[in-house]
């Protein structure tokens, strides 16, 4: 594996779960793989999970680990070509790339989307630069357009926690104050068509995610009528994709007070099947859920996160094994 994006760079889910489930059984049982390999992991954007799991994932492998937050020491980076370089910005990518890929064997890149231009950020304009530029293996810790290694841990919760063999799972959207990308709905919805699973996406009207990621999942535009006989309720905000509406790419459609309605509370969780609560964290208590149902025992959000840990080592064994040519 040389880069990890989308679902496909995984192969056969199958596989990679019965991986997840063995490395959860023993994370050191690949101690000496990452002996004298070193990871880059750089940060345009905040995290407090990635950071710390993806980490960790490494350690577990017997890597050495670097930390480049960009906005933090670092000079700041020019991303677009062809612009006289007058401003603020001291130093291009184009140069930044090889030279952080001189010092490391992998890179794992968090990138978010601007929510200005909708055709740069759904290129992956800056991952591809550093797949083009480093002469690595690069994965995504959430780029422009998708996290993975969420979608994966996700993949791995339901897995281990469903009761039923084929699960109904509902990606529901939910309010927030600020505009937020849509890497992680985008990513949980194509991860989801993948798997074994009844699958439904609901939102407000204008908050249609890009078809390709959609593919053939039901939208069902009342929340109601997709909570009912759910197993798994999956709340995310996202901002305007930009799909029904282009003018509006990346905005708060309406003012979220007007939205409360679609905040997941016992109500909601009432016309599902029981369902499992989760979310990617971090999650904005009593606007995407109520504090009841976070705290509740059907909240999974916190061996969700943990499974980041697991999601990790897998891909990162995954990079490791192709680049020793196993
Ligand atoms: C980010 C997002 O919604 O994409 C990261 C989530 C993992 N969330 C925020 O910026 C609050
Ligand atoms: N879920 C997730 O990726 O969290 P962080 O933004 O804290 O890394």
Redesign the pocket.
Known sequence: MKSFLNVSDIGDLGVALEEARRIKEDRFSHAALGRNKTLLMVFFNNSLRTRLSTQKAALNLGMNVIVLDVNAGAWKLETERGVIMDGDRSEHLLEAIPVMGSYCDVIGIRS?AGLTDRGYDYAETVYRQFVKYSGKPVFAM?TATV?PL?AFADLITIEEYKEKPRPKVVLTWAPHPKA??Q??PNSFAQWMNAADVDFVITHPEGYELDPAFVGDARVEYDQRKAFEGADFVYAK?WSCPGVTRPDDYGKVLDDYHAMMGWTVDAEHISWTDNARFMH???VRRNMIVTDEVIEGPRSLVIPEAANREISATVVLKRILQAQAGR
């Open positions: 978010f959430e996290h969420q937020l990308p890497a992680v905000n990617c964290l971090p």
